[in-house]
DNA sequence: AAACAGTGCGCG
DNA sequence: AAAGCGCGCACTGTTT
């Protein structure tokens, strides 16, 4: 892939510099908060250990590996569990060993196997996050590379730390680390987040209107519907929470069918595979109705009693999904890939071309992928080389995220920042680019003056 | 010692 | 007809 108009060359040459500008800036760290807390991470860990090889099967470990025992090591792992032991193994890997990731292993009911899974989280945690950023940190600040020439898709990328795979899915984890990140003395941390900015940049590709009420009307919502057909529920399972356990059970639902269901379709997923995590997920996230029965069950009730019953259901769901619900984005699909198989490259909506062998799914996803950060960028550009340097602004962006920036806002900035934010996201990016022809929603979020970006809160406007 | 493939896992 | 897109980092085990 190479930039193609000349636009695309000065969106690359002007984000590159703007880039440069954010890394040089970089982002305020709590160095004496990191050190402590990598210290309690390594005795933690050690305990744990010490823990796990007093274990019996650590003892089996051994005898079938004497010296070479290496308790780090999955293929060992999978040896001892699987052949000495007799586990019946689930899965294998591309190359035919036995898979040892924790989908697999957590189906495995051994104190020995939990505390494995758990030591594993907390060392990457310890390994690639605390001691990882620490490790970069010069004069008390934090210098993230962020990169426009990596990518197939004409994304950014990030190293040396990665800014853009912090832990934040996993509550606990995600504060552990989001918590060394602190704005400049008297600041805020403000994350501005375009939400859903793919499925709106998708939209103005494929402009299926059926997808557009989706996005334009803030009543509707495309996830909690899937979910609900995903897992053949009424409406009323499904909205009028009537508690906070309730709304969290909804949450979880809805959950599934935005990440195991519509994202996958989107990407190219099918419903062989998207049956496969739906059902492991009633199971592992103890999926349950109202009235407290299972998600199984219920399932059984509606008459879908096994995995391949359910397949045979998510097929259904599928069929109706692309062929009665978004009917314009499928022959999107169908009509895209085909101009791509006649002229052998494709043309992105911000003027990149796509050239070379690329399967199926990719010629979907990388005009979307690529331009959707191309929101992001131009949006940063202004900020960091036009309007905060034009206002003589304190602020900085200190880092991006695909479809978030952040930036250290001074606490008397943030009445001009806020409005300024939106006005460049959302207004001023669609007039430069008319081709935006949908609703462009961000989301703001900032921490408390001089607080972490562990507690970071949805801000009033 | 350095490079590489394979695996697993963190994020959008 | 084919069958999730894009990244970076740590670690094991092998090859150069």
Redesign the pocket.
């Known amino acids: 892939m190479i930039p193609y108009t000349k636009t695309a060359v000065k969106l690359l040459m002007e984000g590159a510099k703007a880039l440069a500008k954010v890394e040089g800036d970089g982002i305020r760290m709590d160095v004496e908060y990191l050190d402590r807390t990598i210290k309690k991470m390594s005795q933690k860990i050690q305990d744990l250990e010490t823990n796990l090889k007093q274990n019996e099967v650590a003892k089996e470990w051994r005898k079938v590996y004497g010296a070479k025992t290496?308790f780090?090591?999955?293929?060992?792992l999978g040896k001892v569990l699987f052949d000495v032991l007799k586990y019946k193994s689930s899965a294998l890997?591309?190359?035919?060993?036995y898979?040892?990731?924790?989908?697999?292993l957590s189906s495995i009911d051994l104190p020995f196997v939990r505390d494995y899974?758990e030591i594993?989280?907390l060392?990457?945690i310890h390994?690639?996050y605390l001691?990882?950023i620490r490790r970069e940190i010069v004069g008390g600040y934090l210098h993230p590379f962020f990169?426009l020439h990596?990518?197939?898709?004409f994304?950014s990328?990030?190293?040396?730390?990665?800014f853009?795979?912090?832990?934040?899915?996993?509550p606990e984890?995600?504060k552990m680390v989001r918590r060394a990140f602190i704005p400049r003395p008297n600041g805020h941390l403000v994350e501005m987040d375009y939400s859903g900015i793919e499925v709106c940049i998708a939209a103005c590709y494929h402009k299926d209107p059926r997808m557009i009420e989706y996005i334009s009307d803030p009543t509707k919502d495309l996830h909690r519907d899937m979910a609900m057909e995903c897992f053949a529920l009424p409406k009323s399972e499904m909205s009028n929470p009537t508690d906070e356990e309730d709304r969290k059970r909804i949450k979880q639902i809805r959950y599934c069918g935005k990440?195991?269901f519509v994202?996958?379709q989107f990407?190219?997923?099918?419903?062989r595979?998207c049956a496969a995590?739906l059902w492991q997920a009633t199971k592992q996230m103890k999926l349950k109705l109202r009235d407290g029965s299972s998600m199984r069950r219920h399932l059984a009730k509606k008459g879908i009693k096994n995995l391949s019953g359910f397949e045979e259901h998510l097929k259904k769901v599928e069929d109706f999904f692309w062929n009665k619900r978004f009917p314009t984005y499928n022959q999107w699909k169908k009509d895209w890939f085909r101009a791509y198989q006649k002229n052998g490259y494709l043309l992105t909506k911000t003027g990149f071309i796509c050239q070379g062998h690329m399967?199926?799914?990719?010629i979907i996803?990388?005009p979307v992928?690529g331009s959707a950060f191309h929101c992001l960028l131009q949006a940063l550009i202004w900020f960091v080389r036009h309007d905060l340097k034009k206002r003589k602004m304190q602020a900085k962006i200190v880092g991006q995220?695909?479809?978030?920036i952040v930036a250290d806002v001074p606490d008397n900035e943030m009445a001009e920042f806020v409005p300024l934010a939106k006005e460049i996201m959302i207004e001023r990016l669609r007039e430069r680019w008319k081709w935006i022809n949908i609703p462009l929603t961000v989301e703001i979020e900032a921490s408390p003056i001089n607080g972490s970006w562990a507690d970071k809160k949805g801000i009033k406007e």
């Open positions: 290496n780090g090591s999955a293929v060992q890997t591309a190359s035919g060993r898979k040892t990731d924790e989908a697999t899974l594993k989280k060392q990457k390994t690639t001691q990882g990169n990596t990518t197939r898709t994304r990328s990030s190293d040396s730390p990665n853009q795979n912090l832990p934040v899915r996993n984890l995600g990440n195991m994202f996958p990407y190219g997923d099918w419903y595979h995590s399967r199926r799914n990719e996803n990388y992928q995220i695909h479809d978030s």
